[in-house]
Nanobody, 123 residues
């Protein structure tokens, strides 16, 4: 199986920055893509940014130019650098990873989520 551990959330002032990390561990055979999603109170979970195994990135329009997703393939870790934070960025941020894990001589798909980390932007 595959597990994700997130870190880096917290409180920031408007205009400030935070950096989130998400480390994947387990019997990973390959990670096809990893992404960050967020869910604000009373709203549906939405994609913030994603990065594929080919390092292709995708961003929500609301964060383009402010957030940057990156990866460390050696550490199986994805980062989300969040700059110029706004109060509307306040949400629980979740990491997601998809790919294949190994079990014996077999490979199985996985689609797993982290536990979530709170990001609050307030003065």
């Amino acid at each position: 199986q595959v597990n994700l551990v997130e870190s880096g959330g917290g409180l920031a002032q408007p205009g400030g920055s935070l950096r989130l990390s998400c480390a994947a561990s387990g019997n990973i055979f390959v990670i096809n893509d990893m992404g960050w999603y967020r869910q604000a109170p009373g709203k549906e979970r939405e994609l913030v940014a994603s990065i594929s195994s080919a390092s292709s990135t995708n961003y929500a329009d609301s964060v383009k130019g402010r957030f940057t997703i990156s990866e460390d393939n050696v550490k199986n870790t994805v980062y989300l650098q969040m700059n110029s934070l706004k109060p509307e960025d306040t949400a629980v941020y979740y990491c997601n990873a998809r790919g294949y894990y190994r079990s014996g001589f077999s490979r199985y798909k996985y689609d797993v989520w982290g536990q979530g980390t709170q990001v609050t932007v307030s003065s």
